[in-house]
């Protein structure tokens, strides 16, 4: 059984961040700080059946090393992606330092186009033997993922779901920790597939995404998003990956019950 479980939102904006940059729209000039939204992103943490503690990111969004510092991360066990988008990956160079910090190498899980984009755009990393020079690179070890078939993670399991992010097929996570809450993690979806519902029957938490109002061809509205959280029916929902138009005050104060909006630093347990 694992103890002190707990999801903390590294960041719960879109591609672009809040503020965005070059506008002085109402959101981006807010002085509440949930107005200030970094790169989307999670970490959980427990203490595993040995009580040594443990930290699994979901994706490494480009303000990864400002999120660690803020959350004060000194070890990373293990990094789970959603998929391939520069928004979800572009922080992975900085894991170097967990390496060190760790002395050991990290495990990364991807479904396979995911692992290619990340040794295309990393090949420095994954191909450091072609290096000009003996770089400090990151030691990962890539692990190809299988949608529905969990990975055990230091008795916590993450068993990948099937999502729509527009055309493209990418991956949640549904999270069963023996004696913590069950969750789900679905940010960048615009339709859930049939057969990915009964995964997220019984959960305590579902963390799905909301981008803006109005329509986008791949992410959730806010009335698409609270209707599928009214399917799912979980106890809490929490929405993430939102863009300068979620005014986070105004938007929250006017969601049905038990569901909120997400925010940075954020932590549920």
């Given at each position: 059984m694992v103890k002190n479980f707990s999801c903390?939102?590294?960041g719960t904006g879109t591609s672009a961040g809040v503020p965005v940059i070059?506008?002085?729209?109402?959101?981006?000039?807010?002085?509440?700080?949930?107005?200030?939204?970094l790169r989307c992103s999670v970490c959980i943490r427990f203490k595993d059946d040995k009580g040594l503690d443990r930290v699994v990111l979901i994706d490494t969004s480009p303000d990864l090393r400002q999120q660690v510092l803020r959350e004060n991360l000194v070890r990373c066990d293990a990094i789970l992606f959603t998929h391939n988008h520069v928004d979800h990956t572009f922080g992975?160079?900085?894991?170097?330092?967990?390496?060190?910090?760790?002395?050991?190498?990290i495990d990364i899980y991807a479904e396979r186009h995911t692992l290619d984009?990340?040794?295309?755009?990393?090949?420095?990393?994954f191909e450091s033997h072609k290096n000009v020079n003996d770089s400090f690179v990151a030691n990962l070890i890539p692990n190809e993922l299988v949608v529905g078939e969990p990975i055990l993670l230091h008795g916590v399991s993450f068993t990948p779901i099937r999502l729509l992010h527009g055309r493209l097929p990418i991956?949640?996570?549904?999270?069963?920790?023996?004696?913590?809450?069950?969750?789900a993690y679905c940010t960048d979806?615009?339709?859930i597939p049939p057969e990915t519902w009964p995964e997220l029957l019984g959960l305590d938490i579902l963390v799905l995404d909301m981008l803006r109002f109005r329509h986008h061809p791949t992410h959730l509205t806010?009335?698409?998003a609270i209707e599928i959280a009214e399917q799912v029916d979980a106890k809490q929902t929490y929405?993430?990956?939102?863009?300068h138009c979620i005014l986070h005050k105004t938007v929250n104060d006017g969601l049905p019950e038990r569901m909120h909006l997400a925010y940075d630093g954020l932590q549920l347990s």
């Open positions: 903390t939102f590294l070059a506008c002085d729209c109402e959101v981006c000039t807010s002085g509440d700080l949930k107005d200030s939204r992975l160079d900085d894991i170097r330092m967990f390496n060190i910090s760790m002395q050991q190498a984009h990340l040794h295309r755009v990393f090949q420095h990393v991956v949640g996570y549904r999270i069963d920790a023996p004696g913590g809450p069950s969750m979806v615009s339709s806010l009335n698409q929405f993430t990956h939102m863009t």
